[in-house]
């Protein structure tokens, strides 16, 4: 369930009494907790216990041991499978709240109230949940639907303009793979501002939706979701074991560059579609520098990616502008090339 907040919440107020859980554990970092929290709990009408969590912000404290600090707390707070935790945040509140829920005694219910625009439209849809470990993505992780998704907009205008873009381009994303008249229509937004942004959100949270209703353990169709993650992914990596994190936007701008460049070369779209494709995301997004990373060190982490089989690097890849395809295994020298191609391009 998917729910559009109003002003007064009544629609999680309504959800909270139909449920009845015996605890609430309200899930947040330092940056929900002073943007966000209050605004939770000045429209939360219930006389349920809750206890707010906060850990600190940022993808490097997805890990194994942040996660051991939560099942800890939650031993210390004597929650029972009957509690239920409300995930405040952003992608790495969603993936590692998720986590947490349905791992501790072998799962407890829980909904994702996302923060951000990468948030909203992709990560805490789906149910795919994980953590982070030796500095690959996500390797950790369940498949376990949340009770339900709760959304209120004006959330986004909390955000730094840097934490928008980065969920933009998941919204990029959607169009490119499923929906050509939604990327048209981003692509002519002239400045990212929530407002924007707003018109938009629901039909990219739907597509991913759509998705998922048909694929839930990604063993087809949702594959095509990680168009431009396959790079993506594996650079984002690279620059968090470097100390020097980058936005998951950022990569995954980076990666769908990339993996256009390898639908050009793999005979799946034209040089026009590829182009217009290119040059539209480099119009939102800064060109990175990646020259301090091997050929040699990108390869061998993009092997770790879950989508993976047999010893091949399976790539979604463009068909068309709305159009995509799954499991399609690209030749080193191709990879290589689009790689040369993304740092070189002027």
């Given at each position: 369930?998917?729910?559009?907040l ?25 940056n ?38 939560l099942?800890e707390?939650?031993t ?9 935790i ?19 005694k072998?799962?407890?219910p ?51 303009f ?5 969920g933009?381009?998941?919204m ?11 990327w ?16 938009y ?12 209703d ?32 980058i ?18 070369l ?32 990108i390869?061998?982490l ?42 070189n391009?002027s």
């Open positions: 369930m998917i729910s559009i109003d002003q007064d919440f009544s629609q999680l107020n309504d959800f909270l009494t139909q449920q009845k859980p015996t605890q609430l554990l309200i899930l947040v970092d330092e929900t907790y002073e943007y966000c929290l209050p605004t939770l709990l000045g429209n939360l009408e219930t006389e349920i216990p809750f206890e707010i969590i906060e850990i600190e912000a940022g993808e490097e404290l997805k890990t194994l041991e942040t996660a051991t600090q099942w707390i939650l210390e707070f004597e929650t029972d499978r009957k509690a239920l409300i995930n405040l945040g952003g992608g790495v509140i969603t993936d590692m709240g998720g986590f947490i829920a349905s791992t501790y072998r799962g407890i829980f909904i994702n109230i996302p923060t951000t625009l990468l948030g909203m439209c992709d990560a805490s849809i789906g149910g795919k949940t994980g953590i982070d470990h030796q500095f690959l993505k996500n390797i950790i992780g369940t498949f376990a639907h949340p009770e339900a998704i709760f959304v209120f907009p004006e959330f986004l205008n909390t955000l730094p840097e934490e928008l873009r980065s933009f381009a998941e990029l994303k959607h169009g490119l793979i499923a929906d050509e008249k939604h048209n229509d981003l692509i002519s937004i002239k400045d990212l501002t929530p407002e924007n942004i707003f018109p959100i629901e039909t990219s949270m739907n597509i991913k939706q759509n998705v998922v048909e694929d839930f353990k990604e063993e087809n169709i949702r594959k095509t979701l990680n168009f431009g993650h396959t790079i993506g992914h594996a650079l984002e990596s690279l620059f968090l074991l470097k100390g020097k994190p936005m998951h936007g950022e990569a995954v701008a980076l990666g769908m560059i990339c993996e256009t460049r390898i639908s050009l793999q005979d799946l779209i034209s040089e026009e579609t590829s182009n217009t494709i290119i040059s539209n995301l480099r119009k939102f997004f800064p060109h990175i520098d990646i020259s301090a990373f091997s050929e040699e060190e390869l061998n993009m092997k770790n990616d879950k989508k993976n089989s047999h010893g091949n690097i399976n790539f979604s890849l463009l068909t068309g502008i709305g159009n995509s395809i799954f499991n399609c295994s690209v030749p080193a020298e191709n990879i290589i090339n689009s790689l040369l191609y993304y740092q391009i």
